[in-house]
């Protein structure tokens, strides 16, 4: 089980750390993934990050301005958003799996296999 959190409103060009901990599993041996979606569009990719910690992947809008950790010891993984822009207002979720993905598909939801539940990021001022 994931349980996504950290969640809120700021204001633009303000910053929010969001947390994912896993439960019943050890995320050190997954990779992972950050999506979001809006009412009426599809999930879209955020970030990604592989269990060996080797190799982070970023939409191109979110490069330079979000970065995706783990800290196996707590078994959580984050995602630290830094610059928010309204457009960034979503609900985000964290995602794993064990399979070890080919590049090429850490970029899509179906490719993981456990999801959280989502945790709402507002940008408005």
């Known amino acids: 089980q994931l349980q996504a959190s950290g969640g809120g409103l700021v204001r633009p060009g303000g910053s929010l750390r969001l947390s994912c901990a896993a439960s019943g599993f050890a995320l050190e041996y997954f990779d992972i993934g950050w999506f979001r979606q809006t009412p009426g ?7 990604a990050r592989r269990w060996s910690g080797v ?3 970023y939409a191109d809008s979110m490069k330079g301005r979000f ?10 993984v984050y ?13 985000y979720y964290c995602a794993a799996t064990p399979r070890r993905l080919i590049t090429s598909s850490v970029y899509y939801p ?6 959280g539940q989502g945790t709402l990021v507002t940008v408005s001022s």
């Not at 970065?67 to 959580?76: L, V, Y």
């Not at 995602?79 to 609900?91: F, G």
């Open 55 to 57: 190799g982070a992947y």
């Open 79 to 91: 995602l630290q958003m830094n610059s928010l822009k309204p457009e960034d207002t979503a609900v």
């Open 41 to 47: 569009k599809e999930r879209e990719f955020v970030a």
């Open 67 to 76: 970065t995706i950790s783990r800290d196996n010891g707590k078994n959580t």
């Open 110 to 115: 179906n490719a993981y296999d456990y999801w």
